[in-house]
């Protein structure tokens, strides 16, 4: 990907990466009594790639190193953190266990690729944590046998700006990554933690979940229904990812909530409700003011309207309230990407203080 300026954007590192990294060069530490710096490790898909340690410490049957995370130009929240791996001796036997040490959660709800009680270090970075104590062992001897401890420096905090409080992952951030590689601007993470949103809804028995594209449509649905946080999907822009994995992965019931041109676009069919991605077709929203009745002269202003909250504003002017057939039109339009799966569909259209506006209600 490149930036508007046509530099391509900078990949980074996930903290699975740098948690082995740190983990490999601790290890290595306590068996020669020196830390490799720059430390290697080999990646999933067999690329291996070196990281400089930020500090490190060694005492009897101890030692820690930290690597600083670089995310490249990915907007990601855990960019410039600290990222320590303890690595202690264990009986021979006891293979290699992990632990969440300080910002580093632990999963407290089924659904999960990890079951409760665990810390959350992903199935990805253990498998690389195990592959990386492996390779020390073979080249410097040792058994293998070993407690690794990842802690996140302010990761609790960091957290809060995530989907882990309501997934149930409690304490601090997840360990993640599947290839080791952060690729910016991705929407693969978000979309993957909606998924996961829905498994944990899922196996934890839930019957309604919320895909709302931000906080003042959360804040409608809250005063509508009384739900466990973890109902909320955190949608975003993302109507697509959550759709079409809630089509094969049904909940009983789905409340969507989003402002009027983000749902005008759902309503158009765009699966991906950013700026960038879809936009309004002030066509569109001339058939809905038809749909209302609305004056001639009023339809063709909208056809030259600047955005889609003029073309709201003017129709309440007139005293059409355009939400309520909008909140219909979205309603069809989440109904085809959920095609016949047994999801019931509630649509809330809400304005910019988090009212609702327009609503088209569950079918039973």
Same mark, same amino acid.
């Given at each position: ?7 391509? /954007? +900078? ?19 306590? /068996?020669?009594g020196t830390f490799p710096d720059p430390v290697e490790i080999t990646l999933p898909q067999g690329r291996t790639t070196d990281f400089v340690l930020t500090r490190h410490a060694l005492a009897d049957g101890c030692s820690s190193a930290t690597i600083t995370k670089d995310a490249g130009d990915d907007p ?8 320590? &791996?303890?690595? +202690?001796?264990? %009986? ?9 040490? $300080? ?18 270090? !992903? ?27 990842? #802690? ?11 989907? !882990? ?17 952060? +690729? ?8 993957? &933690? ?7 809804? +899922? ?13 003042? #449509?959360?804040?409608?649905?809250? $005063? ?5 946080? &973890? ?16 089509? #094969?992965? %049904? ?21 991906? /409700?950013? $700026?960038?991605? &879809?936009?309004?077709s002030f066509e569109f929203l001339q058939d809905l003011l038809r749909e209302a009745d609305a004056p001639t002269s009023l339809i063709a202003h909208a056809g030259t309207s600047n955005t889609a909250k003029e073309v709201l504003d003017m129709a309440a002017a007139e005293g059409i309230n355009l939400s309520?057939?909008?909140? @219909? ?5 989440? @109904? ?29």
């Open positions: 990907m490149v930036r508007p300026d046509g530099k391509e /954007l +900078r990949r980074g590192w996930t903290t699975g990466a740098c948690a082995t990294a740190a983990a490999k060069a601790a290890y290595q530490a306590l /068996l020669t990601d929240v855990t960019h410039g953190a600290e990222i320590t &791996s303890t690595v +202690r001796l264990l %009986p021979e036997g006891s293979g290699v266990q992990f632990k969440a040490g $300080s910002g580093v959660g632990t999963v407290t709800r089924p659904g999960l690729p990890i079951p409760p009680g665990e810390p959350a270090i !992903n199935p990805v970075p253990r498998q690389m944590l195990q592959t990386a104590i492996g390779e020390v062992t073979q080249h410097y001897g040792g058994t293998g046998d070993v407690e690794i401890e990842i #802690s996140i420096a302010g990761g609790e905090e960091l957290a809060l700006k995530t989907m !882990n409080p309501r997934l149930g992952i409690v304490g601090g951030l997840s360990v993640l990554g599947t290839t080791g590689i952060v +690729r910016p601007f991705s929407c693969a993470a978000w979309i993957a &933690s909606i998924h996961r949103g829905i498994d944990v809804a +899922r196996a934890t028995g839930l019957e309604h979940v919320v895909g709302a594209t931000g906080s003042m #449509s959360e804040k409608a649905v809250q $005063s509508r229904h009384d739900l466990d946080d &973890s109902a909320y999907l955190d949608m975003g822009d993302f109507a697509g990812g959550l759709l079409k994995y809630l089509r #094969s992965h %049904p909940v009983p019931k789905i409340t969507m909530a989003g402002g009027f041109a983000k749902f005008t676009k759902l309503a158009q069919g765009a699966l991906d /409700l950013h $700026s960038a991605r &879809s936009s309004v309520v057939p909008l909140a @219909r039109r979205a309603k069809t339009a989440v @109904r085809t990407v959920l095609r016949d799966a047994p999801v019931d569909v509630e649509v809330l259209v809400v304005d910019r203080q988090g009212h609702i506006i327009g609503e088209c209600g569950f079918d039973g």
